[in-house]
């Protein structure tokens, strides 16, 4: 027997909702999928035409059609959470199944109408993996302005001039990985991106893979640059890493480079309808322990001491940066059209790290890079 299924929030925060009705508006909502296959939305009334125009239900209403005995309260995700009870109570619902993101505010109002509520942590995972072409195309324009602002940022660094001591400077200045994160972030917003907490982290600062790094570059050092903003046309992220050293580039440096673009290429080569995500991460294993290095990071959560891949290979993009599937031991079979990160690095104090990261496009027989800019390591 079909159930009721609940998603609530505000649209532009919580993108399991956006996904579902894809209304531009930071008020809360709810979208209902009736157990006829109708759907419904309740909603701010002045954002109701912002949601025909996107035709995000079947049925659109504000909060106050569905007002319960006692009015609405004035706190408008209240109103939101009441209305939605109201909804069900009139409609006869005894039971809803609702997503991973459902806020516990709205399961309280709805409870308080003798309405069951049951989370389905599933609930809509593979339809947000199953990028359509609408989809695919946002994340292409995404990527596209995000590897421009990696290219921005690795050419700034490798153009810089080093001091006596080895500090990079630029205009007179030296420059320190915040400079080059906010360089990032006004190169971003003049192409029409959102900002990005980007890492640029140099030395031992880039052992550790997500430490976004702080202070001043130095010449001869690996420096990674992770990019990762939102379009705020069509809210869906873009992700490039890439790795840049300034003027000489150390032999171990060069040779762990090479080995990660290998096993970069390689995951890429088995990413298709059909695979797994640990078929993925267990081609960038088995290519870098061909050549020497590790992938099992210290058991005690240390950093590396020799180059070490501490993380999984990727990760699902969208309209998170972040979302399923990992591609990691036990990683769930791909599905067509989604979109996946394939990011291998090495990691060690005393020799830095390397990321090398291009977004990809799942498909029956291989799947699309939309990535373009370099892979190497001098960016002058």
Wanted: with cysteine; aromatic share 6%.
């Amino acid at each position: 027997m079909s159930t009721t299924k609940l998603w609530a929030g505000a649209p532009l925060h919580n993108p399991w909702l956006f996904h579902r009705a894809p209304v531009f508006t930071g008020d809360p909502a709810v979208f209902i999928e009736n157990t006829d296959g109708t759907t419904t939305m309740i909603l701010r009334d002045i954002e109701i035409p912002r949601a025909k125009q996107v035709h995000a239900a079947g049925e659109i209403h504000p909060y106050e059609a569905f007002t319960p005995d006692g009015g609405l309260s004035a706190d408008r995700e209240t109103a939101a959470a009441q209305s939605a009870g109201e909804f069900l109570a009139r409609h006869g619902v005894t039971k809803v199944v609702v997503d991973r993101s459902f806020p516990e505010l709205y399961a309280h109002y709805i409870r308080m109408r003798a309405i069951a509520v049951e989370c389905d942590p599933e609930l809509g995972v593979v339809e947000r993996r199953m990028k359509s072409a609408r989809e695919v195309e946002a994340l292409r324009v995404a990527q596209r302005k995000t590897e421009q602002a990696v290219e921005f940022a690795c050419q700034m660094i490798a153009r810089a001039e080093a001091n006596a001591d080895g500090v990079l400077m630029r205009e007179g200045e030296p420059l320190t990985s915040e400079r080059v994160q906010a360089e990032i972030n006004v190169f971003l917003l003049k192409n029409g991106m959102g900002t990005s907490t980007s890492i640029a982290a140099g030395g031992d600062q880039a052992a550790d893979c997500h430490a976004r790094g702080a202070g001043p570059l130095r010449t001869g050092e690996t420096v990674i640059i992770d990019v990762f903003p939102m379009d705020p046309q069509s809210r869906y992220y873009g992700d490039c890493t890439r790795t840049v050293v300034h003027g000489d580039i150390p032999e171990a440096v060069a040779k762990a480079h090479a080995a990660v673009v290998e096993a970069k290429n390689n995951a890429i080569g088995v990413t298709k309808l059909g695979a797994t995500g640990e078929d993925v991460h267990r081609a960038t294993v088995e290519t870098l322990e061909k050549h020497g290095y590790s992938a099992t990071p210290p058991d005690d959560g240390s950093l590396a001491t020799a180059p070490t891949q501490m993380h999984g290979t990727g990760h699902g993009v969208g309209l998170d940066v972040h979302e399923p599937p990992l591609l990691v031991d036990g990683g769930p079979e791909l599905v067509l059209g989604e979109c996946l990160t394939i990011e291998p690095g090495l990691y060690a104090l005393g020799f830095g790290g390397i990321r090398v990261e291009d977004m990809v496009i799942v498909g029956e027989n291989g799947c699309e890079n939309l990535n373009a800019i370099s892979e190497g390591l001098d960016w002058r």
